[in-house]
């Protein structure tokens, strides 16, 4: 089965900081990759799919690049209601693997 | 509006059975694969079973494969999640969830699951 390594498991960063969280899948997973945020006690959101498409909605200061195997979401601005967890997903072939998830908390 | 609401969830002891269950609404639901996650109390979320939108195939993690049984009733809009031998390991919340993509008889191709339910938890304890 295809790995996927997220990092960092968790980070603490100021308001208005770019922050970023990569993904890396241990064989070639073309651009099914997705991204979800999950706040505390609240069910995950799709932030970003196909690596790269925002999903309606999310706000644009959230972004993801990647193809391959190296993946990246990036918050350009973090503001105090980005607190949550962030997980990718990989979806190319099954298992449909979660990366181990980041913590993001602001300084 | 598009939604997805589950039910089923309950406290039970280990070797027993339980059986959730997941309405779907506000979508063509026989269009879409749909998928069962959950999530271990402070742990993160695990993709356990994909169904395809006819329900002709269905894949799992190795971790509930053999105990777990997903299926679906078109007629009903209704995704279901049969779990069979559960351990205490199993205890979570279960989300079921919409894909975007395709199945088939080999395997399942998406870009994301854009619908979620509120879930549904199920604990397993003596």
């Known amino acids: 089965d295809i790995q996927v390594t997220q990092s960092p498991s968790s980070l603490s960063a100021s308001v208005g900081d770019r922050v970023t969280i990569t993904c890396r899948a241990s064989q070639v997973i073309s651009n099914h990759l997705a991204w979800f945020q999950q706040k505390p006690g609240k069910v995950p959101k799709l932030l970003i799919y196909a690596a790269s498409t925002l999903q309606s909605g999310v706000p644009s200061r959230f972004s993801g690049s990647g193809s391959g195997t190296d993946f990246t979401l990036t918050i350009s601005s973090l503001q105090p209601e980005d607190v949550a967890n962030y997980y990718c997903q990989k979806y190319n072939n099954v298992p449909w693997t979660f990366g181990q998830g980041t913590k993001v908390e602001i300084k | 509006e598009v939604q997805l609401l589950e039910s089923g969830g309950g406290l039970l002891q280990p070797g027993g059975s339980l059986g959730l269950s997941c309405a779907a609404s506000g979508f063509t639901f026989s269009s879409y694969g749909m998928s069962w996650v959950r999530q271990a109390p402070g742990k993160g979320l695990e993709w356990l079973s994909t169904?395809?939108?006819?329900?002709?195939?269905?894949f799992y993690a190795e971790s509930v494969k053999g105990r777990f049984a997903i299926s679906r009733d078109n007629s009903k809009n209704t995704l279901y999640l049969q779990m069979n031998s559960l351990r205490a390991e199993d205890t979570a919340v279960y989300y079921c969830a919409r894909p975007t993509g395709y199945c088939d008889s080999i395997n399942c191709f998406a870009y994301g699951m854009d619908v979620w339910g509120q879930g549904t938890t199920v604990t397993v304890s003596s």
């Open positions: 169904i395809s939108g006819s329900g002709d195939y269905t």
